[in-house]
């Protein structure tokens, strides 16, 4: 067998996609499996640009507290200990909340199919719109 | 998107393919993606039988100590950080250490045509043998 950790936090994330500081730490080889797994450390404030999946993807939170927003929806609180189930074709975003720190693992099904597509940064406006706080 | 949490432990495991005290939470829904997902909790001691997978696992260890063991190989340490990659068709167990339990995520790829083959049971001298303490 291989093992990797999720301790380390990985590499920077690329700045077309990804806004603030946030670190991407690839668990899979692309190759090995058809799946696609990372754990993703965003500094409080940071996020991803919204995005869409062919194949849909899975978040699992594992420290902090985080938001997730899909298009034309409010925001939702995300924290340790949720599986984030995101559909198809949505388009969303995630990353930390206003004041902490957030990681998650992400995972693409079917990775050898699967299209990301990455559209615009997440403005101020969006990331301090009203919150829906699910507990 | 639907939420679950990987803090519920979930259901025992069926008695026919573990041993000890253990838990399967499953996170995804097998219809929902071509992936299945379940965080399983071992007590001490607590381990599952010997098994294959067509398309391989990947666990992740979410808490505590736990062992991992290839037929024909030593058994490993795996603890929390751990993110380990087990090959297609590969006879192994996994399940906690003496001493301490331990909590991993499964992920199973292509899990829609993936066969999970399950084989006999740990016996307790094969729980007790020589154990490589990988750091």
Redesign the interface.
């Known amino acids: 067998?291989?093992?990797?950790?999720?301790?380390e936090k990985g590499n920077p994330a690329p700045a077309d996609y990804f806004l603030g500081d946030v670190n991407v730490n690839l668990?899979?080889k692309a190759e090995?499996?058809?799946?696609i797994?990372a754990i993703v450390s965003f500094d409080a404030g940071a996020r991803t640009n919204w995005h869409t999946h062919t194949?849909?993807q899975?978040l699992?939170v594992?420290e902090g507290v985080g938001y997730?927003q899909?298009k034309g929806k409010a925001i939702?609180v995300?924290k340790v200990?949720?599986?984030?189930?995101?559909?198809v074709n949505?388009e969303?975003w995630h990353g930390a909340s206003h004041e902490t720190a957030m990681r998650h693992?992400a995972?693409i099904?079917?990775s050898k199919t699967d299209k990301t597509e990455w559209l615009a940064p997440v403005t101020e406006n969006e990331y301090n719109t009203e919150i829906i706080n699910?507990q």
């Not at 067998?1 to 301790?7: A, H």
């Not at 090995?32 to 799946?35: E, H, K, S």
């Open positions: 067998m291989k093992k990797s950790s999720f301790i668990l899979l090995d499996y058809n799946t797994m194949n849909g899975i699992i594992a997730y899909e939702q995300i200990g949720d599986v984030v189930q995101i559909p949505v969303h693992f995972i099904p079917d699910e």
